[in-house]
């Protein structure tokens, strides 16, 4: 069964360091997303993804975050100068369509700010 | 911005007995979704509901819209231990692609 597939699972980075999260979506699926939660609450919304280029985002997603699809298949999500709030697991998801379709969530990155 | 509330944020029950989780919105929805979400696991897609008033079942599971397109519930019949986890409520606004979770029931089972 296709699965969308997250690098790293775990990721433990110093305050004010870039970090990179990659996403490898469902390869027939043409819509991105990433979301955040916080431990212990819920799914947070922070961008979504469609034809090459950010169609929403969300408060959280400042100029301190980015989005890039650098080939065919990667989806990433760039943290340019952490901080310790940033800390939380990062879900990333896609879905075939945009509107009315299911968005199949990948297995998170754990990221700990220190 | 658009709000999504769910309702109770935890609940505890013996094994056998119902729950049901209940969530609205502030704003009317193009659709609603459910996902379930095990302990330390990602959210699963459960169910969509489209339309005003839709009612859906899967096996012990009853997904309801509202006729307003603003509330849904989620219902168990006789939870089971597997039942566990955490279980949100995503609404999507008539024009967008954003999934707005609410924050979540947590569900714990015992046997």
């Known amino acids: 069964e296709p699965e969308v597939t997250q690098t790293p699972s775990h990721q433990v980075t110093q305050m004010g360091q870039e970090v990179i999260l990659r996403c490898v979506p469902i390869?027939?699926?043409?819509?991105f997303y990433w979301y955040r939660q916080i431990l212990g609450q819920k799914v947070e919304f922070l961008v979504s993804?469609?034809?090459?280029?950010?169609?929403?985002k969300s408060e959280i997603f400042d100029d301190q975050f980015s989005v890039e699809r650098p080939d065919g298949s990667n989806f990433t999500l760039k943290i340019r100068s952490t901080k310790l709030e940033d800390s939380a697991m990062y879900f990333c998801a896609s879905s075939r369509v945009g509107g009315h379709a299911e968005a199949f969530f990948g297995q998170g990155t754990r990221l700990t700010v220190v | 911005g658009q709000q999504v509330m769910q309702i109770p944020q935890y609940q505890h029950v013996q094994e056998g007995e119902d729950f049901t989780t209940y969530c609205n919105s502030s704003t009317t929805l193009s659709n609603i979704q459910w996902y379930k979400q095990r302990p330390g696991g990602h959210p699963v897609f459960l169910i969509q509901?489209?339309?005003?008033?839709e009612v859906k079942k899967q096996k012990r599971l009853t997904f309801q819209f509202g006729e307003a397109k603003k509330n849904s519930s989620l219902h168990i019949t006789a939870t089971q231990t597997t039942d566990v986890g955490t279980y949100f409520c995503?609404?999507?606004?008539?024009?967008?692609?954003?999934?707005?979770f609410g924050a979540g029931t947590i569900l714990r089972v015992k046997s």
């Open positions: 509901l489209v339309k005003s008033g």
């Open positions: 993804f469609y034809n090459n280029e950010i169609s929403e």
């Open positions: 390869s027939n699926h043409l819509y």
């Open positions: 995503a609404g999507r606004l008539e024009y967008g692609n954003k999934l707005v």
